[in-house]
């Protein structure tokens, strides 16, 4: 028997309302905040990945499904949205109608990491972007809807950690802080560590091996280097976060290492998710849509990780469950219908296993009279219905 690529997963019926409803929710509230969809492919040229997330991380050293297509042009399926989204917004030209643009998209994400729970090889994200706004309350919005969103899927205390990365001003007086403090600790670092602790010091700083963690912990914080610009910046994100109520510790740790990152970063952790709760990250990019040949626009975003998410509404699956009212097929009532002509009895049966409210039973004599018999499922009381406007008679004896 073939069975499935190692770290793909099937969602079967059962799990797929509970994404629905996540789903559903999800693009509600996008559209409250004014966030329009934008759909991209699955498959971009692999330079655009290569450029974007960077030649020296785990994504594109190790993780990322490239291949020559039959022409022999590399494609690579995309390990992520941001920079897809930022193509579209450059190649479209969509700063010149307005600078100001608020992007959501939906969809699976591929990386071969190693398998292992809540971590997938396709898995799926829910992403979004603000183009053209460089004050902090856009990172605010963003932070605050994952909050509200994370409220209304009943997904469990949100905490979310933050940190700045400072700017192109600011960043490189701190790196060379962080250089010289790792210059005295090399020894103890792991080796992927000793191999980027020159071109990408950041990297290190977030490190999961003890070691290395151990070796980071009195390492100088990037806060203290901010420039008066980027600390203002800062605590406005902080001030606007804690009058909306929204839980939050500053981390240190949180850095992404590529120089168009800038400012705030942040991660969303729940408290419903054991080892990996991260349940989103993000934070600014003001570099990238210039890096990728566009003007230079301030641009904010995040990921959620949708699988991740669906685990922790599991706990209440079987209310997004959908069960038929009725078990035959009848216009503006859920409904579903055997077509296999077995016998009364096991057609009751099925209808009971499906979890059918009530069942209608039509035979010969049925027919004859013009009169249906109405079965409650759960009583298993029956009524006789007339054949003649069905729906009408219907309706409202399946009132819930
Ligand atoms: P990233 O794009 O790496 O910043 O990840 C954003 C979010 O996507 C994370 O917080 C996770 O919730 C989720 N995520 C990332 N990688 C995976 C994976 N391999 N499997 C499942 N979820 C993932």
Redesign the pocket.
Known sequence: MIQLIRGFKDILPGEVEVWQHIESVARGLFEDFGFKEIRIPIMERTELFARSIGEDTDIVEKEMYTFPDRKGDLITLRP?ATASICRSYIQHKMYAEDPVQKFYTIGPMF?R?RPQK????Q?Y?INAEIFGVASPLADVELIFLLKTLCERLSAGDVEAHINSLGCPECRPVFKTALQEYIASRTEALCSDCARRKDRNPLRVLDCKVPGCREAMQKAPSIIDHLCPACTQHFNTVQASLASLEVPFIVDKRLVRGLDYYTRTTF?IQTRSLGAQS????GGRYDGLVKMLGGPDMPATGF???F??LAEVVDLDKQAYIKKPDLALGIDGIQASMDFEGRSLKSQMKRAGRCGARYTLIVGEDERATGQAILRNMTTREQVSVPLAELVKNIKPLIKK
């Not at 809540?118 to 090889?121: A, E, K």
């Not at 991260?278 to 990250?281: E, L, R």
């Open positions: 992520e990386r990491e809540g971590r997938y090889r898995f994200q991660e991260a349940v989103a990250g990921a959620i990780g699988d991740r």
